[in-house]
């Protein structure tokens, strides 16, 4: 049994290409120095004073910036190349979380919070992108859940050393190895990843997007029906990063140390269980019945904080589901976004994409800071669990719409050692 549970954890990494493995290196280096985000709204509320209505607009406007940044980010990967963006994108937000921290004027924390995030989200779908053009079909949902795994892995190292940093020598020294960890990322890309596409390669590429449809997001219905779930989804477990550290904080009484080490635990799940768990779900479940059942892990892992308020046990398994849920959800959401692409529309489709999680950033903060003030939390986990079971029908319903089979256990495992297009090819 147990030589059994190896072989399918090592064969869940087998058939990634070089690219797959390093732009996953270059995550975990930037993901390592995640330490402002996760506390900034503590730190804007117990440091500046802000209240949770000023916090919650200004992780609104965090959203705002990401629903530029990503619009940008997909256009722009459309026409200058993914390897710019991601560049770009890394060096410019490193700076930006530098100056962040010499910012204490409200009006300045909203402006610069905005500015920093459309420069960051850009990333995103240039990363996307990217992971498409190296990956097959087969093994593209286990490339993405690569990635993910090595920014869980920063993600669980971050927040735990940001707790301790914030609680030793308080928050300035979050804004610097933040800004840091971006600028060596940035320059990581530039040594490791720089593209060298010969004259003959560009003609290839370029004759590949010429002889295929460029179809919009816009015309597409089914996608756009799709990103309103996701976006539903995306507003409560967003909540993760923005209103649950203020829960933590004021209603179990967790200090900066805690909260650090609770939102380290999701990564550290993420990290140890998604390979495997969708090595197995591709095998196993359908796709769009893994996307539902990540939506129903959310409502649970939102709804049972109201079964014992104060409890750090209850912090605990909520924050175990919605590890769980994000296992089972969005990796085989990119994975569906990406089935609708072709190489000529990618970046426009990915960006789309990207943008709901903006929308989520827009609507969430500010909307459930202002439950949580007025009528309390427990409403607020209520009225999130109710979000929750409207988008899981809705998947579901999707699913009758969209038919598709269970790949057989031989086809999978035949598939996990199928051929990739070789980095070599394109640099």
Not at 199 to 220: C, F, M
Not at 306 to 317: H, R
Not at 358 to 366: E, K, N
Not at 389 to 418: C, D, H, I, Q, Y
Request: aromatic share 14%.
């Amino acid at each position: 049994m147990l030589a059994r549970t190896i072989s399918t954890y090592i064969s869940s990494f087998s058939g990634l290409s070089r690219f797959a493995w390093l732009i996953s290196l270059a995550s975990f280096i930037n993901r390592s120095g995640t330490m402002v985000i996760p506390f900034l709204s503590v730190y804007l509320t117990t440091k500046l004073g802000f209240s949770l209505e000023q916090a919650g607009i200004a992780m609104t406007l965090f959203g705002v910036g990401s629903l530029v940044g990503s619009f940008m980010g997909g256009s722009l990967t459309d026409k200058i190349g993914y390897h710019r963006v991601l560049f770009w994108s890394l060096l410019l937000g490193g700076l930006g979380f530098m100056v962040l921290g010499f910012i204490k004027s409200v009006e300045g924390i909203y402006l610069m919070i905005f500015l920093l995030s459309s420069v960051g989200e850009a990333f995103r779908p240039a990363t996307m992108s990217a992971l498409a053009a190296y990956s097959t079909p087969e093994n593209r949902t286990r490339s993405y859940s690569l990635m993910r795994m090595s920014i869980n892995l920063g993600f669980t190292i971050g927040p735990a050393v940001g707790g301790l940093l914030a609680a030793w020598k308080g928050y300035q020294l979050l804004f610097w190895v933040d800004g840091i960890t971006c600028i060596a990322s940035a320059i990581f890309f530039r040594v490791l990843l720089k593209p060298k596409v010969s004259a003959e390669g560009e003609n290839l590429k370029q004759q590949i997007v010429e002889n295929q449809p460029v179809v919009s997001p816009y015309r597409d219905g089914q996608y756009l029906i799709f990103l309103l779930l996701t976006a539903l989804g995306a507003t409560v477990f967003l909540q993760l990063i923005s209103t649950l550290p203020v829960y933590y904080e004021k209603v179990v009484n967790m200090n900066e140390w805690q909260i650090g080490a609770i939102l380290a635990f999701n990564g550290l799940i993420v990290f140890l269980l998604e390979m495997p768990l969708v090595f197995t779900l591709e095998r196993k479940m359908k796709r769009m019945n893994c996307i539902a059942a990540g939506v129903a892990l959310y409502a649970f892992g939102y709804v049972v904080l109201n079964v014992a308020p104060q409890s750090v046990g209850i912090a605990v398994l909520s924050m175990f589901a919605l590890s769980i849920g994000e296992i089972f959800n969005m990796p085989f959401a990119n994975s569906f976004a990406l089935s609708r692409t072709t190489d000529a529309n990618r970046g426009k489709y990915m960006g789309l994409y990207s943008m709901t999680y903006s929308v989520a950033h827009i609507i969430g903060p500010y909307f459930s800071m202002n439950i949580a003030e007025n009528s309390g939390f427990d409403t607020l986990w209520y009225i999130s669990g109710a979000i929750c079971v409207v988008t899981f029908f809705g998947f579901l319903a999707m699913k009758k719409r969209n038919p598709e089979p269970v790949k057989p256990a031989a086809e999978v495992e035949a598939a996990t050692v199928s051929p990739v297009v070789p980095v070599e090819q394109f640099t």
